[in-house]
């Protein structure tokens, strides 16, 4: 139910007080749009002067007042309001000295500063960015960040500044000149390791904006990882293509290692060289009951051909091995208690959900469609035309 906030610093230890265990009810976990409450953990060796519980102070006061006059902010530009509003907290913090609180202030006032009548990329850039130290791991600085160069690249084609940058990207697949052409841009034109943020940053959005050509995004992101000096740029770019490739046709299916209904450890991996369709699963959900009663049909028929394996996301395993005996389902079923990360690995948002792999271990739908959505059809023209 929860997602639990913890700052660690370097250099100090922690003894942490975990919230009382509360267990999802059925509507939540049926629920696609569940989100869990933040919590910040409970500190037993700490002082009111420890980084988490200034931060947690200050947000309290921070986003009760932005909940509370979010519409005021954005649409009627309180900025003498804003201006006393940050006097009056800054002053309720002014004597802690932590140096990464001190920044987390600062980039949390200038967003709320963005919010009400600030709204000039570029002036924002200037004064709060440009020429000064990336703060990799500041949430304040990179949630400000993020929200300013939001979709950078698509916007900046339609701008006389990069009216170049599409060709750039799409023709000449380097970073050298979209570099370049972000010179034109002043606010951060003698920056370079900004600029190369910013260049991060755009190829992740635009991946999702589908405005250029992915085989040129993937080969810009590669070489930005090859030839930056930078590690930390390194890391996003990794972090970036990781991301951008999961759950992508075409690109290798998560792996997992999870037990079945005899407690032995079954890797996906293992069906190599086989069509996979995979689903997930719970005797919670009437749709999935319903569907077990096709995959039953499907299976007797296309077993020589498709591997099908069933992930059972119930708490009792024992519930759902139960059902399978008692409707004789005869498919590997397996639970994913020991690697639950890979409800998140495949994005499981509903049940019941499914993907199919190809022999290469390589998803090709993603998602499949379900037992009634006609999948042996598209299975069989699958088949004819690989064969």
Known sequence: MFKVVLFVEPDSTYEIVLP???????????????????????LLNKTPADLNYLIRDFDYMYEDYLDKNFYNIYHQSYNKEIDSLISNIDSLFSRYTNKYFINYKKYKFAF????????????????????????????????????????????????????????????????????????????????????????????????????????????????????????????????????????????????????????????????KGKYVYLNFTTVLSFACQKDLELLKKLYKENKKDLVILSISTDDNFNDCIKNFKQNNYKWNLLHYGNQPDVLKNYK????????????????????????????????????????
């Open 112 to 271: 709320l500063r963005f919010l009400s009548y600030q709204r000039d990329v570029k002036y924002v850039t200037k004064y709060y960015f440009s020429n000064q130290p990336i703060l990799y791991y500041n949430i304040s600085y990179m949630d400000l960040f993020n929200q300013l160069y939001e979709n950078f690249f698509s916007y900046y084609i339609n701008s006389k500044e990069g009216e170049r940058l599409f060709s750039d990207i799409a023709y000449a697949k380097s970073p050298y000149y979209i570099k370049k052409i972000l010179d034109n841009n002043l606010a951060f034109a003698h920056d370079n390791n900004f600029k190369e943020l910013v260049i991060l940053k755009g190829l992740y959005d635009a991946f999702n904006t589908k405005d250029f050509p992915e085989s040129s995004l993937f080969q810009i992101l590669d070489s930005v990882k090859t030839l930056t000096n930078i590690p930390e740029h390194k890391t996003i770019a990794t972090n970036i293509k990781n991301k951008v490739t999961q759950l992508r046709n075409g690109f290798d299916a998560p792996d997992f290692q999870l037990f079945n209904k005899d407690s032995d450890l079954i890797k996906l991996s293992d069906y």
């Open 20 to 42: 009382k265990k509360h267990k999802k009810s059925i509507p939540d976990k049926l629920n696609p749009f569940f989100e869990q409450s933040k919590y910040y953990v409970g």
């Open 348 to 387: 499981v948002k509903a049940f019941p959900m499914y993907y199919l792999i190809n022999p290469s271990g390589k998803l090709i739908m993603c998602p499949a469609p379900a037992p009634n959505e006609n999948f042996e059809y598209y299975f069989y023209k699958l088949k004819k035309s690989r064969n």
